[in-house]
């Protein structure tokens, strides 16, 4: 098998091309799952190499761990083949990052003593975390929750993360053992993405970031309403590049079908009021406030208690409408010392820089993106130009998620 990544299902550049991971399975049931994270690196273009305890053998097969990583497996310290027999010097010095999942109790007991009793827990204690080539510890918990939350666990686990090992979940849910809790090893897509989002530039550390998302729905009466073509996909993709970034991220979203992105906190609202009265009060709290949310410009001026019925007449209802808050350009009006740093979209079906232009201005930010709303509306890919004092710079045609993970880095350069 060769290690040439696969291209992903949009034809963009895999994710962890050129990252070599080691793979580590400790024992539980949910090596089932590793064999599908093994199989979600490769995909997303990294090499992997599986090293499985003992305990690991007694549920999944290395034949299935070798087919899905394409690599033999190592699974003891006593194995000759390796150069000079130091497989727990090589492993880890030639790895990106150690992956363990599922990292069981036990195998985060022996970390947390710094055992080295097995290849796994060995080449763990002996990876380099000197300043230039560290080595980083990722763990994925997996067990039962009376386990995980046993003082002993916890304390285990938290001398693990004070030596240096980060954590991937553990996740909460129904357990294989027929329980329901704390302690369930992350998803393979899960995992995937934390270990992308690991290697992402942490531009954002410490920065707290707001982002509208999604359409607004205005009620005309309890069945329908106004809304746009609007999917949040965007404003989603720059809620979760943002996270990858570091930052600490409040997603303020409309009426959409889309998965909160990991470790962001999501606000719910409908209407472009309820939108507003989420974002006023928290904005202050925010270095940076990205709108990307098409908020109606016009909300009917009274909702109709009852649905309305033709009365047979032919006549149509006509409805008064009135005009919602400048959400973006409200924030933009806060008092200096309250005020993130404004970042407004402008979707344009025409001229469409002279429009951002004009827009910039006018709701007074520093920053606006602009893009071809039909263009762009539900679809995974986009171009934007970014509007500024200094003047234009084009992002060129790529998935959203490319492109959030840029526009991060441009706003980052300009905090
Ligand atoms: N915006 C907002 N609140 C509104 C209207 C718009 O926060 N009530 C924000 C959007 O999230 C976006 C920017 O303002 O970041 C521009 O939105 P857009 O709909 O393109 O512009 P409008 O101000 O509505 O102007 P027009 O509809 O005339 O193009």
Redesign the pocket.
């Known amino acids: 098998m060769s290690d040439a990544p696969i291209p992903d299902d949009r034809g963009a550049a895999p994710e962890l091309a050129g990252r070599h991971l080691v793979l580590g399975l400790s024992g539980g049931i949910a090596c089932y799952k590793a064999a599908d994270f093994a199989r979600e690196l490769v995909k997303s273009g990294a090499t992997v190499q599986v090293v499985m305890t003992e305990a690991a053998l007694q549920f999944v097969t290395p034949v299935t761990m070798q087919a899905l990583s394409g690599r033999p497996v190592h699974t003891s310290q006593w194995d000759a083949r390796p150069a000079a027999n130091m497989a727990h010097i090589d492993l880890s010095r030639e790895a990106d990052a150690i992956v363990v999942a599922p990292a069981s109790a036990d195998f985060i007991a022996q970390l947390a003593q710094g055992r080295a009793g097995e290849l796994l827990s060995l080449l763990c204690l002996a990876r380099p975390r000197g300043e230039g080539r560290a080595v980083p510890l990722l763990l994925a918990p997996a067990m039962n929750r009376e386990m995980w939350s046993h003082p002993a666990t916890q304390r285990n686990v938290a001398q693990a993360v004070a030596d240096g090992a980060l954590l991937l979940g553990p996740g909460h849910g129904a357990q294989a053992c027929g329980e329901t809790g704390d302690g369930r090893m992350l998803e393979a897509a899960e995992l995937r993405d934390a270990v992308v989002a690991f290697f992402q530039p942490k531009v954002l550390a410490g920065r707290r970031v707001l982002v ?1 998302a999604g359409p607004t729905f205005e009620a005309l009466d309890p069945v329908r309403g106004i809304t746009n073509r609007s999917s949040g996909k965007m404003g989603f993709a720059i809620a979760r590049a943002a996270a990858e970034a570091g930052a600490a991220v409040t997603l303020v979203a409309g009426p959409v079908h889309l998965p909160t992105p990991a470790g962001v906190r999501r606000i719910d609202v409908g209407s ?1 009021l309820q ?2 009265d989420a974002v006023l009060p928290l904005a202050p709290a925010h270095d940076v406030f990205v ?7 016009w909300r009917p001026i009274a909702m109709a208690e009852e649905k309305i019925k033709k009365d047979g007449s032919g006549r149509v209802p006509a409805f008064e409408m009135t005009e ?8 933009a009006r806060l008092p200096q010392a309250q005020r993130p740093y404004c ?6 079906s025409h001229d469409v820089l002279r ?1 951002a232009r004009e ?1 910039r201005i ?2 007074a930010v520093p920053l ?1 993106v602009a893009n071809h ?1 039909p263009a762009t509306f539900g679809r995974d890919d986009n171009t934007l130009v970014l509007v500024d004092a200094r003047g234009e710079l084009e992002l060129p045609r790529a998935d959203k998620l490319s492109l959030a993970r840029a526009l991060v880095a441009q706003i980052a350069q300009r905090l």
């Open positions: 509208t472009a939108m507003h709108a990307t949310a098409a908020v109606a410009d919602n808050p400048d959400i973006l350009a409200a924030v970042v407004g979209f402008a979707a344009e429009h827009k006018r709701k606006i709303g």
